[in-house]
Nanobody
Framework: VQLQASGGGLVQPGGSLRLSCAAS????????IGWFRQAPGKEREFVTA????????YYTDSVKGRFTTSRDNAKNMVYLQMSSLKPEDTAVYYC???????????????????WGQGTLVTVSS
């Protein structure tokens, strides 16, 4: 199983960035996909999750209205569109996959079984 996050970089406050997560080695359309982030010196925190079909999404309060997650099951891809970025959004962003029928929630790192390597997003002027 491999998850690979990409698309990070340096962006000015108020700017936008789109992250991608490519998955392989799993039956992709059976997995919930989550995005987490970890800033220096802080714990990994939940950002958003999307269900198998993509018709349900969940967001942490601090990104609601600014971030949008979507998926393309035909391409085994999940996307995180980030807009109106703030310096406090600076972090390494990780995508993660949750096994089907796990009975887990979706907003804790332990809810997920597979992780990508992370991509750094820096919001700074």
């Amino acid at each position: 199983v491999q998850l690979q996050a990409s698309g990070g970089g340096l962006v000015q406050p108020g700017g936008s960035l789109r992250l991608s997560c490519a998955a392989s080695g799993i039956t992709f359309d059976e997995y919930v996909i989550g995005w987490f982030r970890q800033a220096p010196g802080k714990e990994r925190e939940f950002v958003t999750a999307i269900n198998w079909t993509g018709d349900r999404t969940y967001y942490t309060d601090s990104v609601k209205g600014r971030f949008t997650t979507s998926r393309d099951n035909a391409k085994n891809m999940v996307y995180l569109q980030m807009s109106s970025l703030k310096p406090e959004d600076t972090a390494v962003y990780y995508c993660a996959a949750q096994r089907p029928y796990s009975g887990s929630g979706f907003d804790q790192p332990l809810d997920y079984d597979y992780w990508g390597q992370g991509t750094l997003v820096t919001v700074s002027s």
